[in-house]
């Protein structure tokens, strides 16, 4: 199983819609109804590192209603340890509002909810003494992120940033991250750091001399592709796999997760 991985990231539920191709700006377009599907980056990425076999602690904020119990059932389902989970009794569980056009490129808002009072301090604290492998996103926020990877660095343990959505703020964590992983978009946006981990989409994904492709597959939602990938790199990683061996784990696991609609299904089983 490896060194223990923590996940400190968000807890979201996404409402999914499917269109024939996005709208520009100022345009209505018709959707096919609504669907209510697990998401968040955070719990994406416990999700998909505990199915390929890390141990997990979630770290997170869901709100006291039916969504965030369901997610939480879901997530102890995988076997992720959710003694960091709290509830916060003002705030909804989080959301994200997504667009997934016929070709399965998808557009995404996210409303904070219960993840927006997760503060920084209290996300520290929680990652515990035996953490081997610290990961974080920043659909919390910068200052949250940075807490977490200075006590990640305080531990000794590995420390990982998924700089997305990306911000001005994510160059400042930049030197707090061990690995750090991104799309193309992202990288740019960071200035292209050079050894970072840079997903590909369908081409793959690159880091350093390291680079991967994934087999062929029937694409129906790109939504939550790069979390998977992201799981399924600490995942590796965490059993003490080289960047080669992680790279190609971490490829197959986000081709796997384009070919079901939306990040994860109620019904996930890896």
Same mark, same amino acid.
């Given at each position: 199983?490896? +060194? *223990?991985? @923590?996940?400190?990231?968000?807890?979201?539920?996404?409402?999914?819609?499917?269109?024939?191709?996005?709208?520009?700006?100022?345009?209505?377009?018709?959707?096919?109804?609504?669907?209510?599907?697990? $998401?968040?980056?955070? +719990?994406?990425?416990?999700?998909?590192?505990?199915?390929?076999?890390?141990? @997990?602690?979630?770290?997170?904020? @869901?709100?006291?209603?039916?969504?965030? *119990?369901?997610?939480?059932?879901?997530?102890?389902?995988?076997?992720?340890?959710?003694?960091?989970?709290?509830?916060?009794?003002?705030?909804?569980?989080?959301?994200?509002?997504?667009?997934?056009?016929?070709?399965?490129?998808?557009? =995404?808002?996210?409303?904070?909810?219960?993840?927006?009072?997760?503060?920084?301090?209290?996300?520290? *604290?929680? =990652?515990?003494?035996?953490?081997?492998?610290?990961?974080?996103?920043?659909?919390?926020?910068?200052?949250?992120?940075?807490?977490?990877?200075?006590?990640?660095?305080?531990?000794?343990?590995?420390?990982?940033?998924? /700089?997305?959505?990306?911000?001005?703020?994510?160059?400042?964590?930049?030197?707090?991250?061990?690995?750090?992983?991104?799309?193309?978009?992202?990288?740019?946006?960071?200035?292209?750091?050079?050894?970072?981990? @840079?997903?590909?989409?369908?081409?793959?994904?690159?880091?350093?001399?390291?680079?991967?492709?994934?087999?062929?597959?029937?694409?129906?939602?790109?939504?939550?592709?790069?979390?998977?990938?992201?799981?399924?790199?600490? /995942?590796?990683?965490?059993?003490?796999?080289? *960047?080669? /061996?992680?790279?190609?784990? /971490?490829?197959?696991?986000?081709?796997?997760?384009?070919?079901?609609?939306?990040?994860?299904?109620?019904?996930?089983? $890896?």
């Amino acid at each position: 199983m490896g +060194a *223990r991985v @923590v996940v400190v990231g968000s807890i979201n539920v996404d409402s999914v819609v499917r269109v024939e191709r996005h709208p520009r700006p100022g345009e209505t377009v018709l959707g096919e109804g609504v669907e209510l599907l697990p $998401g968040g980056k955070g +719990a994406n990425l416990a999700a998909g590192a505990a199915a390929a076999g890390a141990d @997990v602690l979630m770290v997170g904020r @869901v709100g006291d209603d039916e969504l965030g *119990r369901r997610y939480v059932g879901l997530l102890a389902a995988h076997g992720v340890d959710l003694s960091a989970v709290t509830v916060d009794p003002a705030q909804p569980t989080g959301q994200a509002f997504i667009t997934v056009s016929e070709d399965g490129e998808n557009s =995404i808002i996210v409303v904070a909810g219960a993840n927006g009072t997760l503060e920084a301090d209290a996300a520290a *604290r929680a =990652i515990p003494d035996d953490a081997g492998l610290v990961v974080t996103q920043l659909e919390l926020g910068a200052e949250v992120a940075e807490a977490v990877l200075r006590r990640g660095r305080a531990l000794g343990a590995l420390t990982v940033l998924n /700089a997305s959505p990306v911000s001005p703020a994510a160059s400042a964590l930049l030197e707090l991250a061990d690995v750090v992983v991104v799309n193309e978009h992202e990288w740019a946006a960071l200035g292209k750091p050079a050894d970072a981990c @840079v997903t590909l989409g369908a081409a793959g994904a690159r880091w350093g001399a390291a680079d991967a492709s994934p087999d062929p597959v029937d694409v129906v939602d790109t939504t939550g592709a790069g979390d998977a990938f992201a799981g399924a790199l600490v /995942a590796a990683l965490a059993a003490g796999a080289d *960047r080669a /061996a992680a790279l190609r784990a /971490a490829v197959d696991a986000g081709a796997r997760a384009t070919t079901y609609a939306g990040a994860q299904p109620w019904g996930f089983a $890896g």
